[in-house]
Each structure stands twice: as C-alpha cells, then as structure tokens.
C-alpha cells in the first residue's frame, strides 16, 4: 500500500509522534503487514511518503484490517482531521530490481495510455529498471501498479476522499544526488512517454522511520 499526503503544517510534530507511537505498532499488529516505512520530502512534494508491504492484496480488505480503520481511536480521529491530499493505493509490485532499501528514495508517479499498459511494464521490468541498481549510488528499483480502489471507511470520512495510484516507480538508494540526477534525466521522462505514460510528478524522499511487524510483541 502506497500513500503520499500532507499535514497541516502546525500539527507535523504531533503527528510524527502519533504515527511513530501508536499509528505503526496498530498498522503493523494487523495479521499479515509485514513491514512500514515513512518518507519526509527534500525536494518536490507532498511532504510524506508512506509504504506498507504486506504477504498479499487481500490483507487490506481484511476484517481485522477494516475492523481498524472504522474503529478509529481518539488520537487517530484527531490526527486524520490533519490530513491533506491524501493519495492512496493498494498495489501490485510487478518489478523488483535490486536488494534491500536505502535511506533516500525517488517517487516518480505515472499513468499508462490506454492500451499501452503491457508495453510500458514490458520496458520498464526488462531495460530500464533491471539497469538502476548497477548505478552507483541507487539500492534498489520497484514497479507497483494500483490493483484496486480502496472502500469509504470512517478514517477516511474524517480526513476526506482519497484519491488514487495509477502507477508509481519507487528508487532507493544512499546518494541523494544520484537518484535527483535520474529524476531531472530529461530521457528518462522523455521514454515514460514514448513508452504510453503521463507522467504525474516526481519527488525525492528520505526515510524517517521504519518498523517491522516482527519488532512489536502482540
């Protein structure tokens, strides 16, 4: 699950504590969230990127995982008042390059032309992304793909319509000037678009804070 989203500038501090103390060990108890991770930009926008994996798509229509979202405790009801621009998908990873993640990451956000959707996947899993992770500085490279639209729950009555993810290319890496370098390549972009895709936006993120589903004692 991938979400990109602002806060009200005035309630951040409040809000990285809420989402470090109790929003993540809730998120991660879940039976079948295996891992979050939250991004703060440092260049581009919006400020946060946050990215839940999970064994399999049908863990985010879960009851247990539903059961959470419409029973919202105090601080969270307060906290989703906060929230602007909430993007929001459950996607498929249909390319994976590379090992482990680094503590910078591009976000680059695109939709497919109509039609277009195997040819795109097809250059991006087999000549474009298999190369970035031999790149100096670059980590690893991932396709996600939005499978589905998330349902209304009442965390999202409180915070507002989401919207949705097309597609998204998340790199991580240890040299932020690298993967600023490979989201400001003019060819890269130029190819995204030959290759059927609107390109939404691109941003830089670092990663802020991380925990795994194993680190809480439920």
Known sequence: MLLSFDVVPDAVAEHDDWHTHEHFPERLSIPGFLRGSRWVATSGHPRYLVIYEVQQ?????SDAYLRRLNNPSPWT????AHYRGMTRGFCSVTGSFGLGTGGVCLLVRF?????MESSLRK?????????LPL???VGSAHLFEGTMTPGMTNE?????TDAAFDWALVVTGYRQNVLRE?????SFKERLVECGATVGFSALYQLEYSLNACEIDV
């Open 57 to 61: 798509l049908a863990t985010l229509t």
């Open 77 to 80: 009801a307060k906290m989703m």
């Open 111 to 115: 939709k497919p032309g109509e039609g």
């Open 123 to 131: 250059w991006l899993c087999e000549d474009a992304l298999p190369a």
């Open 135 to 137: 790149t100096s500085g």
């Open 156 to 160: 999202q009555r409180i915070r507002g």
């Open 182 to 186: 490979l989201a400001q390549r003019a």
